[in-house]
């Protein structure tokens, strides 16, 4: 079946540092991939998107390459800030057919 | 961007009433979802809708019905509300050729 396993959080970083959220996903045909953020609160927000193989999504410094070969979209940003704690979600989503999450990862940036 | 507007973003309710979450979008997608989303549990999706009068159970029906009287509105009906229901629930709609969804705000419900 399909299904996105992403990396269970809490996740907490320091300003400034390094992120990564790993996403790899189970699919049938050629999905396409996502990530969506909620901040508290609120209802889930686009983050990024990738349509095909090799596209690379990108937005508010945060990037993820759609890899076909590892069946992977990891999320990454250069240099977070406090404003990125959240939680992130990745997601599939198939032709005629409903979209599927991963569970979710929370998180905490440290000022 | 499309927007999409659910009636109310908090709700306490008792256990036993009939409720109604609304759900508004205000371009033409023919999708329109209701999931529900419960601390280490992620997100479930409830019923799923592809067109006017036409819905689909999702992983978990149960306890829900769902009404889709015209493409604008996707309506969620508590038939019986019960504390296990105290959640928070959020609508999407999407577009069947971009294939990007867009949420609301979420509404938090609390059955007590």
């Known amino acids: 079946g399909n299904s996105v396993t992403q990396m269970e959080g809490p996740v907490t970083l320091s300003e400034e540092a390094f992120l990564t959220i790993n996403c790899t996903y189970t699919?049938?045909?050629?999905?396409?991939l996502f990530w969506y953020v909620q901040y508290p609160g609120e209802g889930l927000q686009l983050l990024l998107k990738?349509?095909?193989?090799?596209d690379k999504g990108s937005n508010k410094g945060f990037e993820a390459t759609y890899r076909k070969e590892t069946t992977s979209f990891h999320l990454e940003k250069g240099s977070v800030q406090v404003s990125d704690s959240a939680v992130y979600f990745c997601?599939?989503?198939?032709?005629?057919?409903?979209?599927?999450f991963g569970s979710g990862t929370r998180l905490s940036i440290r000022p | 961007d499309v927007k999409v507007t659910q009636s109310s973003r908090y709700l306490v309710k008792r256990t036993g009433e009939k409720v109604f979450l609304e759900c508004v979008q205000d371009?033409?997608?023919?999708?329109m979802f209701w999931y529900r989303q419960d601390p280490g549990l992620g997100l479930r999706l409830i019923y799923f809708?592809?067109?006017?009068?036409?819905?689909e159970k999702g992983d978990i029906p149960e306890g829900y019905s769902v009404s889709r009287e015209k493409k604008e509105r996707f309506s969620l009906i508590l038939e019986s509300a019960s504390t296990n229901q105290t959640s928070m629930y959020l609508c999407?709609?999407?577009?069947?050729?971009?294939?990007?969804?867009?949420f609301g705000q979420g509404t938090r419900l609390t059955v007590v």
């Open positions: 997601a599939l989503i198939l032709s005629a057919s409903k979209i599927i």
């Open positions: 699919a049938t045909g050629y999905p396409s």
């Open positions: 990738a349509t095909k193989a090799d």
């Open positions: 371009m033409d997608h023919e999708n």
């Open positions: 809708s592809y067109d006017v009068k036409m819905k």
């Open positions: 999407a709609a999407r577009d069947t050729v971009i294939y990007e969804a867009f």
